[in-house]
C-alpha cells in the first residue's frame, strides 16, 4: 500500500509559479512511476507530467511542456512538480499518483494509488 498527500497548492496570478509536492508513505518508493494530473471543474481528468521510476526519464503533456518540471527525492519519498508561466487554464485539483511496473505513464487507469488532489487557481 502507498499513501500519497499532495501540497503546495494555492492562488497564484498568471505568469507566477508554484511548487506542488507529493509525500508518500509506504516501502519502496523507488519502484513507483510516479504521475501528476489534473481535473478542472466538469472535466476529465487529465495527464500533465510523469517521472519513470529506473531511469528518471520524464513525460510531460504538450501543454506544459517547458513550463513545469516534474521531479522526485527518493530519500525523502516525494514528488515534485515545479510550474513556471502559469496561465489561467492551468486552473484545477492537482493529483498526484503512483502505479508499479510498465504501463502506460499518461493513462490514468493504469495508476494504482492516488492522493486527495490539491487546488491549483490562476488568476488573470
Known amino acids: 500500500q502507498v499513501h500519497l498527500v499532495e501540497s503546495g497548492g494555492g492562488l497564484v496570478q498568471a505568469g507566477g509559479s508554484l511548487r506542488l509536492s507529493c ?5 519502496s518508493f523507488g ?8 481535473q478542472a471543474p466538469g472535466k476529465e481528468r487529465k495527464f500533465v507530467a510523469a ?10 503533456a ?4 517547458g513550463r513545469f518540471t516534474i521531479s522526485r ?3 525523502e519519498n516525494s514528488v515534485y512538480l515545479r510550474m513556471d508561466s502559469l496561465k489561467v487554464e492551468d486552473t484545477a485539483v492537482y493529483y498526484c ?6 504501463s502506460s505513464v499518461v493513462r490514468m487507469e493504469e495508476y494504482n494509488y492516488w492522493g486527495q ?8
Open 31 to 38: 519502484t513507483y512511476t510516479m504521475g501528476w494530473f489534473r
Open 117 to 124: 488532489g490539491t487546488q491549483v487557481t490562476v488568476s488573470s
Open 62 to 65: 504538450a501543454s506544459v511542456k
Open 73 to 75: 527525492d527518493n530519500a
Open 51 to 60: 517521472i519513470i521510476w529506473d531511469r528518471g526519464n520524464t513525460v510531460y
Open 97 to 102: 499518483g503512483a502505479v508499479r511496473g510498465p
Open 23 to 27: 509525500k508518500a508513505s509506504g516501502r
